[in-house]
Each structure stands twice: as structure tokens, then as C-alpha cells.
């Protein structure tokens, strides 16, 4: 009897299903990059023995494209499309309502191909207050995704941002991947121009050098998210996704690949001193926030950790996220920081390498200081390393 090929999925069920996936890996599997790490584990603050504030007073408050929110914290873009992501996108509305903190939904493309999933996207009654950011992968523009379909899935979702995300190495490395990315700057700047919430765009996990941060910024993107190396790898999550044979091997070879998160993060706010920067990539405590925003992060996200956490319900989230704004609010404390424009400004962030600090923290002549004086009792001579003014 002649065999029939399969019945190949319609579009918007292999999107769900690919989604589905990518969810369970992430909750199950080892995903981590390999061989690079994000680069905060390079710093580490002067400790302030007299902070000169009480602790009553620190507040990590923020204002970022006018809004108004407790933490630089964020919940990054993550999940959406199937009966698990729903459950999980509305832990993380009810963690985000009660932080007082940003939220990213995951990748909406399947909204355009499958309306009907919009149930697991709306989470908005849950987190009324906060800015709640829609996601959609940036290559969608060259496969027929208009300004207009980018400003119905913002209402659809009662969106206050739009995200859109890069991720060719992903897609490269995906069977059924889009990889189409001629020309797509001009069509982001379109779509800037015609939306009327502010668009963001994003890496997810590979980093965006400092040359296209400058592109974005001017084609008019409102804020970029450098989202480096050192986290979640999603060419690690493909590998699982793959199985084996040589198409798996393939993506295993990029599992150290792309530009450290504070690498990302330093060269990016050197580029654009006055742009709207946000960090994500790796960020694995509250110590991370804190050095995020010290290199000049507008707002720092985290995925993976909130993902974890909300696979255990909305109190194992809610108290993570608490934790992580403490560790964030007692290193302010204890670096003498009011506030986040006294952490970026306060020249309490050092490295340990004794390099200079990107963005002209003079942390690092405090340290040299201290090194020419041990040395001096010790009669050895050292070199101090130059801080950047």
C-alpha cells in the first residue's frame, strides 16, 4: 500500500505548537548559553559604610517613556498562544499589577494567524495599571505584517508599547524559519511612524551592537533592548527542539555565541548617551538589577527566573520579584544612592580587574587609590589605571 505524506499543520496551529514546545524546554531543559557569560559578574559596588540616607528614603522609583513605575525591574517578553502560556501570562499580570513593574507578552504573530488565541494573551484586566508591552517578531514585516496589523494587535491586547523582536540567529537555525531580513530597518521605521504607541525593539539573547543602537534610535524607535549574552540561549533551546543529527549539532555550535549583556549594555549607552536603553539577557539576581542600572539601564528584564517562578503560582513570583526590588533597594542603601539617577552618578560601581567603569563611574579611582596605598606599605609599585572623566 503507498504511504501519504502527513497532513502538514495549518500556519497558525505549527506556530502554536512550535510555542508550545519552546515552553517546555525552557521549563524543563538545560537552556543555558555556554562558553559566555553576561559580564556583570565583572563588577561589584564600593561598599558605603556611612550611606548619609536612611533606608526609609531609598526608592527605586522610575519614570521611562512616561511611565511611572516602582522598579527598573521588568518582566520581560516571554510566552502566549497555548492553554500553559495563558495560565502562566496571567501569574505574571498579577505579579507585574502588584510590583508596580512592566510586563512583556510573548511573540502575538499567532494572533494574526489564529485570532482565536487571543484568550491566552489577554491578561489585561489582571494588570490594569502598569504598562503592559506587546511583542512581535521584527522579520513578520517582510512576510506581509503591516503598520496596520502592528496597530491592531497593540488594541487587541491593550497594549501601551510595542515590541519588536530580532532574532536571526533563531531563526536561521529553525526548519521552518523566516530569515528574510533584507530591508528591514526601512520597514521598522514605518511602522515607528505610523504607530501610535512607542515601538521598542529587542534581541533575544545575542546582543545588539552599539552601531545599530544608533540606527534604531534615529529610524525612531523609542527604546532599545540590548538583550545580551549569558542567559537563555535560544539556539540551546532549538538544539532541544531538534533532537539530534547534524542540524542539532549545528546549533550547539552557537552555544557561546553573541555579545555579553554588559558588554552590550556599556557600548550601547556609549553610543547613546541620551537614548532610552534597556538591558536584559541573563539578569540572575538583584544584585544584576542594581549593576544593570548602574551602566546606565533604563530598565532591566528578566525572563527566565519569573518564568520558573510563575510555573509555581503567583506567590512564588510576586516574592520573587519582591526579593529582587530589596536586593536592588538595600545595594542603593549601602552605595548611599537616594535613588536610581544617585546610583548611576554616585561612583560606587567598580571592576574587579581594576579597569575603569564604562560611562564614567569613578569608582575605579577610589579602588586604584587603595591599591597604590597597600602597595606603598608594601613597597611594591603598581600603576594606576586611568578613570574615564
Known amino acids: 500500500m503507498a504511504q501519504t505524506s502527513p497532513t502538514p499543520e495549518p500556519i497558525g496551529m505549527l506556530t502554536s505548537t512550535r510555542k508550545a514546545e519552546h515552553l517546555r524546554i525552557n521549563l524543563e531543559e538545560d537552556v543555558d548559553a555556554k562558553g559566555v557569560r553576561t559580564g556583570f559578574e565583572c563588577y561589584r559596588f564600593m ?6 540616607v536612611d533606608l526609609a528614603d531609598v526608592s527605586t522609583a522610575t519614570e521611562v517613556l512616561g511611565w511611572q513605575l516602582a522598579s527598573p525591574l521588568f518582566i520581560s517578553c516571554m510566552t ?4 500553559t502560556a495563558h495560565r502562566i501570562n496571567c501569574v505574571l499580570a498579577e505579579t507585574a499589577e502588584e510590583l508596580g513593574i512592566a510586563l512583556g507578552l510573548g511573540s502575538a504573530r499567532v494572533l494574526l494567524e489564529r485570532p482565536e ?5 489577554a491578561i489585561r484586566g489582571l494588570a490594569p495599571s502598569v504598562p503592559v508591552f506587546a511583542n512581535l517578531g521584527a522579520v513578520q514585516l517582510n512576510r506581509g505584517v503591516t503598520a496596520g496589523d502592528c496597530g491592531r494587535l497593540v488594541d487587541m491586547l491593550g497594549a501601551n508599547a510595542l515590541v519588536l523582536h530580532l532574532n536571526a540567529l533563531q531563526e536561521a537555525l529553525q526548519p521552518e524559519g523566516d530569515t528574510c531580513f533584507a530591508g528591514l530597518l526601512e520597514r521598522i521605521e514605518t511602522v515607528v511612524a505610523q504607530l501610535d504607541v512607542p515601538v521598542v525593539v529587542k534581541e533575544v539573547g545575542w546582543g545588539i551592537a ?14 532599545v533592548d540590548v538583550a545580551g549574552a549569558g542567559g537563555t540561549s535560544w539556539s540551546e533551546v532549538e538544539r532541544h527542539r531538534l533532537g539530534g543529527g547534524p542540524a542539532a549539532r549545528t546549533a550547539a555550535a552557537f552555544a557561546g555565541w ?6 552590550a549594555l556599556t557600548q550601547a549607552r556609549a553610543a547613546a548617551p541620551d537614548g532610552v536603553i534597556f538591558a536584559s539577557g541573563g539578569v540572575r539576581s538583584g544584585l544584576d538589577v542594581a549593576i544593570a ?28 520579584g519582591r526579593e529582587w526590588m530589596d536586593v536592588l533597594r538595600i545595594a542603593m542603601f549601602c552605595t548611599g544612592s537616594a535613588d536610581l539617577a544617585s546610583l548611576r552618578a554616585g561612583a560606587r560601581l567598580v571592576r574587579d580587574d581594576g579597569g575603569p567603569v564604562p560611562g564614567g563611574a569613578d569608582g575605579v579611582t577610589l579602588v586604584a587609590s587603595l591599591i597604590e596605598a597597600i602597595s606603598d606599605l608594601r613597597g611594591t609599585q603598581v600603576t594606576r589605571t586611568a578613570a574615564r572623566g
Do not use: M, N
Open 47 to 52: 561598599h558605603c559604610a556611612l550611606p548619609e
Open 80 to 83: 502566549g498562544g497555548t492553554e
Open 117 to 121: 488565541a487571543l484568550p491566552s494573551f
Open 210 to 223: 552599539p552601531d545599530l543602537v544608533t540606527a534604531l534610535l534615529e529610524a525612531g524607535v523609542a527604546a
Open 258 to 263: 553573541g555579545i555579553p549583556t554588559a558588554v
Open 293 to 320: 542600572a548602574a551602566l546606565g539601564a533604563d530598565l532591566v528584564g528578566v525572563a527566565g527566573p519569573f518564568l520558573r517562578a510563575a510555573a509555581k503560582g503567583t506567590e512564588a513570583c510576586a516574592d520573587l
